[in-house]
């Protein structure tokens, strides 16, 4: 039994700090890519993505492949994906939904049609395939629909078991402070790193991130004199976000944030 008991404490152990190499290793990633990026580097960028083995990283690597036409090429990394690694019911479904996405664009592509020229057939076939899915390639389509075509369904709250963002209490207006909260990169599109530095603040902050309307989507508690906290974009709906850090019931610092398409 203590044999057994130490083989999974191992195991955990073991899986725990595969985990956290991997993470260390998407954030450095994500790094090269934003580098890229900015130089306009494409098959640079595609390199970068293809070291990750996640299903993000080829939906990554295949969104820039889309980006530059190559709508075959696109279809064919997706199709492969199975034989990286076996995949689960969840995920053969949102690969199923993500190859279905590129036929649709490539079509219109081949037409010599880009994503904002659709017709209303495949504009029926972007509804239909969003329906009620919140994975990488409905949420995409869902954003294509919004920005292009003012087709803009509710953003996903979660359910209505998810507990709702409260907003702090006794907050003030705005006082801006000098550079005590930062966003990179932004604009953005799958991600932005939050950075906060408050000097000799021991207690707890908060990250308030706010829609253009001032409803509450996020609530990131931080702490420290200074730290960074990665916000994941991906389902969020293209626009202009308030993201304000909050300490001893005011507003220390806010910034702007723009979620492109």
Aim: proline letters at 4%.
């Amino acid at each position: 039994m203590k044999r057994s008991g130490g083989s999974t404490g191992t195991c955990v152990v073991g899986a725990s700090l595969m985990a956290g190499q991997h993470a260390d290793m998407t954030r450095t990633v994500n790094t090269v890519v934003q580098y890229y990026e900015d130089a306009d580097d494409v098959d640079s960028v595609l390199w970068a993505w293809g070291r990750l083995r996640t299903n993000a990283a080829r939906y990554a690597e295949a969104a820039v492949l889309m980006t530059e036409g190559r709508y075959a090429e696109a279809d064919s990394l997706v199709q492969a994906m199975p034989e990286e690694r076996e995949m689960r019911e969840k995920e053969e479904s949102e690969r199923t939904r993500m190859l279905d996405y590129i036929s649709i664009l490539a079509g219109a592509y081949a037409q010599d049609r880009r994503a904002h020229q659709l017709d209303s057939a495949e504009l029926s076939e972007l509804g239909d395939l969003v329906g009620e899915h919140y994975d990488r390639p409905a949420v995409w389509a869902s954003n294509l629909l919004c920005a292009h075509y003012k087709l803009c369904r509710a953003p996903y709250t979660g359910g209505d078991a998810e507990p709702k963002a409260q907003k702090p209490r006794g907050r003030k207006e705005p006082v801006t402070s000098g550079g005590q909260l930062t966003a990179h990169p932004n604009p953005a599109d799958t991600w932005v790193a939050l950075s906060h530095h408050v000097p000799g603040n021991t207690g707890t902050l908060q990250l308030v991130v706010q829609d253009m309307a001032g409803r509450i989507l996020r609530i990131f508690t931080v702490g420290g004199e200074q730290g960074q906290t990665l916000w994941d974009i991906r389902n969020a709906v293209p626009g202009v976000y308030t993201v304000e850090l909050v300490g001893d019931g005011r507003t220390l610092e806010a910034l702007r944030v723009v979620v492109r398409p």
